[in-house]
């Protein structure tokens, strides 16, 4: 089955600064790679998306990259500001069939004013 | 708004006992899912369900159970709680398979 790991375990940064988070997966075929925002106390939540057919996304101060030749993902955050300090948590699956979400095992980022 | 309610914030049970928890959507999706969160082991997937009635085991499906009687509700059970079953679940669903996942807000159970 799929394996999705997750670096680093935990990350902190200055306010204003930029955050990268980076996974790999084990899977080829897998197509969809969403990542998930879990503030403390409360239940995770997705922030952004990309598919196989992408290889880049941007969302205001976040983006996704995706390279399927190295099967690697990560997620940019910019001009980072106290409200991005959380638990991420990337995830992989393939879009069919009866197919699951793999997360990896979360990176906890701090930010500091 | 997708709302998945689990109908437990906190939950504290004696090892032995039964424990049932209850995990409720309501926009019609047709999969839904356990997960346990453990500090530095992520989420990890328990059963998960595509359809009434139909079960799937995850990853770490040993000492639980899952019932799905009706589209909107999926129930973990615990046949005889243990210690090492004190952690945080949370129930998720989606519309399609292997897409994005709606949490619930999820249920910290300790067992004494």
């Known amino acids: 089955g799929e394996n999705v790991e997750q670096h680093p375990s935990t990350l902190s940064v200055q306010e204003g600064d930029s955050a990268v988070i980076k996974c790999t997966y084990s899977d080829s075929a897998s197509n969809y790679f969403p990542w998930y925002k879990q503030e403390l106390g409360k239940r995770p939540q997705l922030i952004i998306d990309?598919?196989?057919?992408?290889g880049e996304k941007k969302d205001q101060r976040i983006a996704v990259t995706l390279n399927k030749t190295a099967k690697h993902f990560s997620l940019h955050i910019t001009e980072t500001q106290p409200e991005d300090s959380a638990v991420y948590f990337c995830?992989?699956?393939?879009?069919?069939?009866?197919?699951?979400?793999?997360f990896g095992k979360g990176t906890m980022l701090l930010v500091s004013p | 708004d997708v709302k998945v309610t689990q109908s437990s914030r906190y939950l504290v049970k004696r090892t032995g006992e039964k424990v049932f928890l209850e995990c409720v959507q309501d926009m019609d999706h047709e999969n839904m899912f356990w997960y346990r969160q453990d500090p530095g082991l992520g989420l990890r997937l328990i059963y998960f369900?595509?359809?009434?009635?139909?079960?799937e085991k995850g990853d770490i499906p040993e000492g639980y159970s899952v019932s799905r009687e009706k589209k909107e509700r999926f129930s973990l059970i615990l046949e005889s709680a243990s210690t090492n079953q004190t952690s945080m679940y949370l129930c998720?669903?989606?519309?399609?398979?292997?897409?994005?996942?709606?949490f619930g807000q999820g249920t910290r159970l300790t067992v004494v």
């Open positions: 369900s595509y359809d009434v009635k139909m079960k």
């Open positions: 998720a669903s989606s519309r399609e398979a292997g897409r994005e996942a709606f």
């Open positions: 995830a992989a699956s393939l879009l069919s069939g009866y197919s699951t979400l793999t």
């Open positions: 990309i598919r196989s057919n992408v």
